[in-house]
């Protein structure tokens, strides 16, 4: 989406003295917005994700490794659990 169609669909908000205090943003744009905001184009991560320390996920990473090696394992519904919850 190209800027001049998204500010044809937003609305300014003003005080008594004219000065814009707000804007008013369509929910459907405001997801869109979000939407891309929060993960990058190339990758598809979120934006936390692409900022995780390369030392922190090749400690997950491990530490994973040295689970399966000794057979602590998980069904796959468990693991996403936490992303439904």
Do not use: C, H
């Amino acid at each position: 989406m190209i800027i001049a169609e998204i500010e044809s669909q937003i609305r300014y908000v003003t005080n008594i003295n004219g000065e814009t205090t707000d804007v008013l943003v369509p929910v459907e744009l405001w997801q869109q917005l979000i939407s891309s905001i929060n993960s990058d184009n190339v990758s598809g991560l979120a934006w936390i994700d692409e900022q995780e320390p390369k030392a922190q996920i090749l400690a997950d990473l491990q530490e994973s490794v040295r689970q399966a090696a000794v057979g602590q394992t998980f069904p796959v519904s468990e693991l996403w659990d936490d992303i439904e919850a």
